[in-house]
């Protein structure tokens, strides 16, 4: 590996930043995390050898300070929800567009030698035939997907205007532990088979998606802190695997044990992509990355995760 970095994570007590913060831990990185547990949790990060700090990234004193002496930040936080970016854009601009700028800014003030931060495949390039790539043009159709571009936009930028080594990161659609206050399908598929209540599907099932695991996930954003690439890269961590709704629901109930669990249809939502798996191709060349997690195993690894730290605190029995 390269010589271990001071690395702060915003986010890092969320659900991909308490599998990246192990990881990084586990390499000998010197692990600082800001995060103002909205959505993370200090309780993911229980004996991980790493600093917590409670604070906003558009706090700029604390922001300031999370900084001091680091080498590098892993850019997590963010609001990550389609559906609530288009209930509310603003917020979503806030924390996603104008706190991104916030980090690249005072990472550069800082003397920060690198940037790796976390965007989006899927919302951030919009309808598209699949598979995407890095040369797929971005077309938005949330404010969240446009929020992702922007980052990236500003990131580039600063890498041209500043030297500053910034390398943004498209996640498929990332699932696995600690991921219980995320709101994805497939969360809510586990969480309605576990409560006895049909498994809802908005539009008509053939709506896809790549489902990557967190550990690979993890794996390509320290890759992506280790490897020399080139300021202002963009790259996708994907499973290149297509996966529709449907496929989906019938994944998650053979995970469960309940192959006939109900479904319901609903009408499909605004600001959601029809299709969407991508190639990871340029980041296997760039990085060396390569999913490990086939979607089978993640997904029944997913569901006994639940079982036995999420559902083993809940009441309600699966019927």
Known sequence: MTDPKRVLVTGGAGFVGATLVRQL???????????????GDPAHLAGVDAELVEGDIRDGAALGDAL?????????????????SIEDPATNFDVNVLGTFRVLDAARRAGVERIVQASTGGALIGDATPPVDEGSLPKPISPYGASKLAGEGYAYAFSQCYGLRTVALRFGNVY???????????NMFFQAIHRGEPMVIYGDGTSSRDYTHVDDIAAGLRLALERDVPGGTVLHI??????????????????????????????????????????????????????????????????????????????????
């Open 25 to 39: 831990a586990d390499r000998g990185h010197s692990v600082r995390v800001l995060d103002n547990y909205t959505t």
């Open 176 to 186: 696995g532990p600690w991921s219980a206050r995320k709101q994805g399908a497939m």
């Open 238 to 319: 994907a499973s290149g695997v297509e996966t529709t709704v449907a496929e989906l629901a019938d994944l998650c109930r053979a995970a469960a044990g309940a192959p006939d669990h109900p479904v319901e249809y609903r009408p499909g939502r605004t600001g959601e992509v029809d299709r969407n798996f991508a190639s990871y191709d340029l980041a296997r060349e760039l990085l060396g990355y390569a999913p490990t997690i086939k979607r089978e195993d993640g997904i029944r690894s997913t569901w006994q995760w639940y079982t036995e730290s999420v559902f083993s605190a809940d009441p309600v029995s699966a019927r």
């Open 68 to 84: 001091d002496g680091m080498q590098a930040v892993i850019h997590l936080a963010a609001a990550g929800s389609v559906i609530k």
